[in-house]
């Protein structure tokens, strides 16, 4: 793992007191994190916890209905997604939703959408040095790749907005463990060479909190633990949880948390 980068003052991304519903069902009850520029942070929990309903809340949809979420010290709280876009926070989401019937140019292309196409072509030789899969495979369907492929694929296109923050939303999903560890040094390259800040759901908590500078645990809408990758891998209650077959409960609301 990349050494801790040092934080400034005020956090990249703020998420402060959120409560997201799904109609009257509560599926955030007051969420609070903070990403600061350069980190890796990863959120971990168990499926249904609310992880890839926070992710989306940050981009918009659905919205918070209550609480604050500051990215740069601007409220967007209250933004469009496509607003929300244009400020550079890019999300490579839960089952790479990429367009099946484009090649992989054009969902490249797609990508620099929400910016300027002035570094287009550059952008896309850096996306071809990153993924030389996606080289080969430059002018295929994006329908026709394999799995990993198809998750190089939906990170490489996030990047192409040239993202100040990098919301990955399980990018290990569904891939063999060789593939999904190719694409975790991928993710600690771009933060160790270009300080890219990752924002992480991931089920994988291993690779996951090795990963990650700090990292959050959540259980049922609410943070209940937080500290760096290391120190919540050596907690007794994640490992029993995440780490050795989940045979114990998650850790309950209101556990003592591991403070950085």
Do not use: W
């Not at 989940?246 to 556990?255: M, R, V």
Request: glycine letters at 10%; charged letters at 20%.
């Amino acid at each position: 793992m990349s050494a801790m980068p040092q934080t400034a003052s005020e956090p990249l991304l703020t998420v402060r007191g959120v409560k997201t519903y799904y109609g009257a069902i509560p599926a955030l009850r007051g969420v609070d994190i903070d990403v600061h520029a350069g980190e890796i942070v990863t959120l971990i929990g168990a499926n249904g916890a609310g992880k890839s309903t926070l992710m989306m809340t940050i981009c918009g949809k659905p919205r918070a209905r209550e609480g604050r979420i500051m990215f740069a010290g601007t409220d967007i709280t209250g933004h469009a997604t496509h607003e929300i876009a244009r400020l550079r926070i890019a999300q490579s989401p839960e089952g790479r939703r990429i367009f099946p019937r484009m090649t992989v140019f054009e969902n490249l292309q797609m990508g620099s959408t929400v910016c300027d196409r002035t570094h287009q072509a550059e952008d896309l030789d850096r996306m071809f040095a990153l993924f030389p899969r996606l080289a080969e495979r430059r002018n295929q369907r994006g329908g026709t790749l394999s799995g990993g492929e198809q998750q190089m694929l939906a990170i490489a296109r996030a990047l192409m907005g040239r993202p100040r923050l990098l919301l990955l939303d399980e990018p290990s999903l569904g891939l063999a463990p060789l593939v999904a560890q190719q694409i975790f040094a991928t993710i600690r390259e771009l933060n160790a060479r270009e300080a890219l800040t990752v924002f992480l759901v991931e089920q994988n908590a291993f690779h996951a909190l090795k990963l990650a500078h700090r990292a959050y645990v959540m259980v049922n809408g609410l943070i209940t633990l937080t500290g760096t990758g290391r120190e919540l891998l050596e907690r007794p209650e994640v490992r029993a949880a995440y780490l050795e077959g989940g045979k114990a409960g998650a850790p309950e609301p209101g556990g003592t948390a591991a403070h950085r």
